[in-house]
């Protein structure tokens, strides 16, 4: 098991952020802001090596510690009912940490092989007192796929509610030359293979953080050749050396020693690109697809800059949710009240120009910008993360002239499974 000091954390953290910050105080200030993902192991690491963290910061790990017990309960009691869901990330990473250290937690990611299944779990969940925040729907590997998004609030009011995410697909790539997979390769049976190749994905939503430098340092460390090779040959399938090569060139310049995986990177990296290519060659035959495709990604990633947003908002407005569906765009939903929207299976139904799902835990209104006209909703109640923006309210790009209906949470920003801190 690899030996993770606080001094390794701050040079992690000054590679990732470029700060080198002199003070304890200063450190944390910076970690904070910039990658929050890290605060709790680097509070737990100066604790185990017998810093006085004083009463709030004590207060704030222990509150971290519980979070992780309440998850691991949660874990153990979701693995007993669906011992054929499969955990991306989270507890298996954070098992692999040195004793005493914590891993910040933000939810748990499960993927369910067998989507009926998927609708039970959240169907449980749903009697347990969670509750449906988000939802997104996509075509992909010719089906219909989601995410639901569920939460459920802690005993302190004014710490993060706990989440879940239960999806129909384990990994998202940038659906231009990095397609959705609906299925995991068989090498990723072993958890090392597997939560390397969701950290590697987590690349196209957003540029690596100092969490992920430690974790694919718990993953690789000391594993055996066979176990590289393995990685190897799943990153190939999947055409990730590029990015492996991006987080291989970061941890060099790490305080760890993490193995390289076997092969000629560079040969590897270039036939990754190749496929690549002629994965979105391949997407030519739908031209309008793949432009909204790469707009929207822009708009998610936050690469797409002031032309590109207002491209984004000139054709979503022109296009109805279900042309947007069909056209190879996630779909973001917000849970609607009302038992008539219940269905044995999965429905999408459109009227008035707005596009409904229909499922067994509930109503869900579909949307691909990030707003929708309130008068459409033909008097629905939303119960996820929508609210009503003020007619008139600025924008990046000026203020708006016609009224504004509900806007949904996270806006164009919200992506299909990337937020910060993840799994």
Same mark, same amino acid.
């Given at each position: 098991?690899?030996?993770? +000091?606080?001094?390794?954390?701050?040079?992690?953290? +000054?590679?990732?952020?470029?700060?080198?910050?002199?003070?304890?105080?200063?450190?944390?200030?910076?970690?904070?802001?910039?990658? $929050?993902?890290?605060?709790?192991?680097?509070?737990?690491?100066?604790?185990?090596?017998?810093?006085?963290?004083?009463?709030?910061?004590?207060?704030?790990?222990?509150?971290?510690?519980?979070?992780?017990?309440?998850?691991?309960?949660?874990?153990?009691?979701?693995?007993?009912?669906? $011992?054929?869901?499969? &955990? =991306?990330?989270?507890?298996?990473?954070?098992?692999?940490?040195?004793?005493?250290?914590?891993?910040?937690?933000?939810?748990?990611?499960?993927?369910?092989?067998?989507?009926?299944?998927?609708?039970?779990?959240?169907?449980?969940?749903?009697?347990?007192?969670?509750?449906?925040?988000?939802?997104?729907?996509?075509?992909?590997?010719?089906?219909?796929?989601?995410? =639901?998004?569920?939460?459920?609030? $802690? /005993?302190? &009011?004014?710490?993060?509610?706990?989440?879940?995410?239960?999806?129909?697909?384990?990994?998202?790539?940038?659906?231009?030359?990095?397609?959705?997979?609906? #299925?995991?390769?068989?090498?990723?049976?072993?958890?090392?293979?597997?939560?390397?190749?969701?950290?590697?994905?987590?690349?196209?939503?957003?540029?690596?953080?100092?969490?992920?430098?430690?974790?694919?340092? %718990? =993953?690789?460390?000391?594993?055996?050749?066979?176990? *590289?090779?393995?990685? @190897?040959?799943?990153?190939?399938?999947?055409? *990730?050396?590029?990015?492996?090569?991006?987080?291989? @060139?970061?941890?060099?310049?790490?305080?760890?020693?993490?193995?390289? *995986?076997? !092969?000629?990177?560079? #040969?590897? %990296?270039?036939?990754?690109?190749?496929?690549?290519?002629?994965?979105?060659?391949?997407?030519?035959?739908?031209?309008?697809?793949?432009?909204?495709?790469?707009?929207?990604?822009?708009?998610?990633?936050?690469?797409?800059?002031?032309? !590109?947003?207002?491209?984004?908002?000139?054709?979503?407005?022109?296009?109805?949710?279900?042309?947007?569906?069909?056209?190879?765009?996630?779909?973001?939903?917000?849970?609607?009240?009302?038992?008539?929207?219940?269905?044995?299976?999965?429905? =999408?139904?459109?009227?008035?120009?707005?596009?409904?799902?229909?499922?067994?835990?509930?109503?869900?209104?579909? %949307?691909?910008?990030?707003?929708?006209?309130?008068?459409?909703?033909?008097?629905?109640?939303?119960?996820? !993360?929508?609210?009503? /923006?003020?007619?008139?309210?600025?924008?990046?790009?000026?203020?708006?002239?016609?009224?504004?209906?509900?806007?949904?949470?996270?806006?164009?920003?919200?992506?299909?499974?990337?937020?910060?801190?993840?799994?």
């Amino acid at each position: 098991m690899i030996e993770l +000091t606080s001094g390794d954390l701050e040079e992690v953290l +000054t590679l990732v952020t470029g700060q080198q910050e002199e003070t304890p105080g200063e450190i944390l200030h910076v970690a904070r802001r910039e990658q $929050p993902s890290l605060v709790a192991t680097l509070l737990s690491a100066w604790e185990r090596e017998g810093r006085d963290l004083g009463p709030a910061l004590s207060h704030e790990l222990r509150q971290q510690r519980a979070r992780t017990d309440f998850y691991r309960g949660l874990q153990a009691g979701l693995g007993r009912a669906w $011992p054929e869901a499969v &955990p =991306l990330k989270g507890l298996e990473v954070a098992d692999r940490y040195p004793d005493a250290l914590v891993r910040y937690m933000n939810d748990l990611d499960y993927w369910f092989p067998q989507r009926d299944r998927l609708w039970e779990a959240a169907g449980l969940l749903l009697a347990d007192g969670w509750s449906m925040h988000t939802a997104t729907f996509m075509l992909a590997g010719g089906d219909l796929q989601f995410l =639901l998004s569920l939460r459920r609030l $802690p /005993e302190d &009011p004014y710490a993060l509610p706990y989440g879940i995410e239960l999806s129909t697909t384990p990994l998202v790539g940038d659906r231009i030359g990095v397609p959705v997979r609906t #299925a995991l390769p068989a090498l990723c049976a072993d958890p090392v293979v597997k939560n390397l190749v969701a950290l590697l994905f987590e690349r196209f939503e957003q540029p690596y953080r100092a969490r992920d430098l430690v974790d694919a340092a %718990v =993953l690789l460390t000391g594993a055996p050749r066979r176990l *590289l090779a393995s990685c @190897a040959l799943a990153v190939h399938e999947l055409a *990730l050396w590029p990015e492996y090569a991006e987080l291989a @060139a970061l941890l060099e310049e790490s305080p760890f020693t993490v193995p390289r *995986l076997p !092969g000629d990177e560079r #040969a590897l %990296v270039r036939a990754s690109r190749m496929w690549r290519r002629a994965t979105a060659a391949s997407g030519l035959r739908r031209p309008f697809g793949l432009a909204v495709t790469a707009l929207q990604n822009g708009m998610m990633n936050g690469s797409a800059g002031v032309l !590109g947003r207002r491209a984004w908002d000139a054709v979503s407005r022109r296009m109805s949710p279900r042309a947007a569906l069909d056209a190879g765009l996630p779909l973001f939903a917000l849970p609607v009240e009302g038992d008539d929207l219940r269905a044995e299976g999965l429905t =999408l139904i459109e009227r008035d120009g707005v596009l409904w799902a229909h499922t067994p835990v509930g109503g869900f209104v579909l %949307v691909h910008g990030d707003e929708i006209d309130e008068e459409l909703l033909a008097g629905a109640k939303v119960t996820g !993360g929508m609210r009503e /923006e003020p007619q008139g309210e600025k924008t990046a790009d000026g203020v708006r002239e016609e009224p504004q209906g509900e806007k949904a949470a996270g806006g164009e920003h919200e992506e299909p499974r990337g937020k910060e801190d993840r799994g």
